[in-house]
Nanobody, 116 residues
Framework: QVQLVESGGGLVQLGGSLSLSCVASGAIFRINALGWYRQAPGKQRELVAT???????KYADSVKGRFTISRDNAKNTVYLQMSSLKPEDTAVYYC??????????WGQGTQVTVSS
């Protein structure tokens, strides 16, 4: 099993920045990719960013150039640095881990609210 604990959400003004962290524990060796999804009220969950074990990254078009995903393998932590935030970035952000066997594990979610 993989456990994920997020932190760093909160309220930020339009154009501001916020950083999210997610610490992974448990069967770390099974993780192929780490990343972030988000879900706004009344909308489907959306993939925001992914970082693979080799270091390559993938972003949703809506966040390219504004968000940066990174990982610290020594700390088993994945980060999401968000800048130039917009009201449409308001959502619950979920950390996820995708294992080599094809399973997904999820964190509990952290609220990000961007006020205009």
């Amino acid at each position: 099993q993989v456990q994920l604990v997020e932190s760093g959400g909160g309220l930020v003004q339009l154009g501001g920045s916020l950083s999210l962290s997610c610490v992974a524990s448990g069967a770390i060796f099974r993780i192929n990719a780490l990343g972030w999804y988000r879900q706004a009220p009344g909308k489907q969950r959306e993939l925001v960013a992914t970082i693979f074990s080799g270091g390559s990254t993938k972003y949703a078009d809506s966040v390219k150039g504004r968000f940066t995903i990174s990982r610290d393998n020594a700390k088993n932590t994945v980060y999401l640095q968000m800048s130039s935030l917009k009201p449409e970035d308001t959502a619950v952000y979920y950390c996820y881990a995708h294992t080599y066997s094809g399973f997904d594990h999820w964190g509990q979610g952290t609220q990000v609210t961007v006020s205009s």
